[in-house]
């Protein structure tokens, strides 16, 4: 009987153990497939991104990309290196600054943004400045979070109406995952929903897959504890039953 019993427990072991590996391994090779990591360097988007936050990004065509979507580019007027801002407008539209209640505008509508930096206490904001901007067709007008320091469209409105072309978008940031204290997803918002046109678009698996590796390894981890604690109790009962 206590065979019996002893053949049951490891094979229960074992099963906990390799449904954990499947889901461990199996989570990082599809993250690994599905998404690209990035360093943001700077503080223009937070709070949604902090400066030294590696985001996890899934690579997309930038005409796939709709208003809201914070997006990883690269643009040669801009930089040499890869950015992280947000898509404010697309080919069409009239983006301005700013209602009477200090809010962006598209094609006419105040945007509600409720993940923009409002604490700054910076002297000059950029989030102040007047501007009006055409969105030529197949480009896209690119606000970062943190408006007060973040050098985006704004500053480059004297070339394309401070644009960048659908092209040289990489990939769409949909969580952070660097350092390990703040990794998080980072929702699809709602705030364009509103407007005609392209919205922010639905994300990919990227919180189920980070659920499956972080199941994968705890069930790996209680499959090894119960089996350890079960031999030791076993041990002792054995111990004890000789003694007596």
């Known amino acids: 009987m206590a065979v019996r019993r002893l ?3 490891g094979v229960l072991q074992g099963i906990g153990i390799t449904v954990g590996l499947l889901g461990l391994i199996g989570g990082f090779v599809l993250l690994a497939v599905q998404y690209r990591p990035y360093s943001v360097p700077t503080d223009s988007m937070a709070p949604t991104v902090q400066p030294g936050d590696t985001v996890l ?3 997309v065509k930038g005409s796939q990309i709709g208003r ?4 990883v580019f690269s643009d040669p007027l801009w930089g040499t290196s890869a950015m992280v801002k947000r898509v404010i407008g697309v080919g069409g539209d009239t983006v301005a600054c700013c ?6 505008t598209v094609n006419g509508q105040p945007v509600s943004e409720s993940y923009v930096n409002t604490s700054s206490t910076s002297a000059v904001l950029l989030g102040d400045k007047v501007f009006s901007a055409k969105v030529p067709a197949g ?3 690119l606000m970062g979070d943190n408006r007060s320091v973040s050098l985006d469209s704004r500053s480059h409105l004297e070339i394309t109406e401070g644009t960048i072309p659908e092209s040289e978008v990489k990939a769409r940031v949909e969580g952070t995952v660097w350092p390990l204290s703040t990794a998080r997803s980072i929702s699809r918002t709602t705030a364009f929903d509103a407007l005609p046109g392209p919205r922010a678009t639905a994300h990919g698996p990227l919180a189920a897959l980070e659920w499956t590796v972080v199941g994968g390894a705890a069930l790996v981890l209680l499959s090894a504890a119960a089996g350890t604690v079960v031999g030791q ?3 002792r009962s054995s111990q004890r039953a000789r003694s007596s």
């Open 233 to 235: 109790l076993r041990r």
């Open 7 to 9: 053949r049951v427990e």
């Open 68 to 71: 809201g979507d914070v997006i």
């Open 99 to 104: 209602d009477s209640a200090g809010r962006t």
């Open 139 to 141: 480009r896209l007008f």
């Open 57 to 59: 990004a899934h690579p």
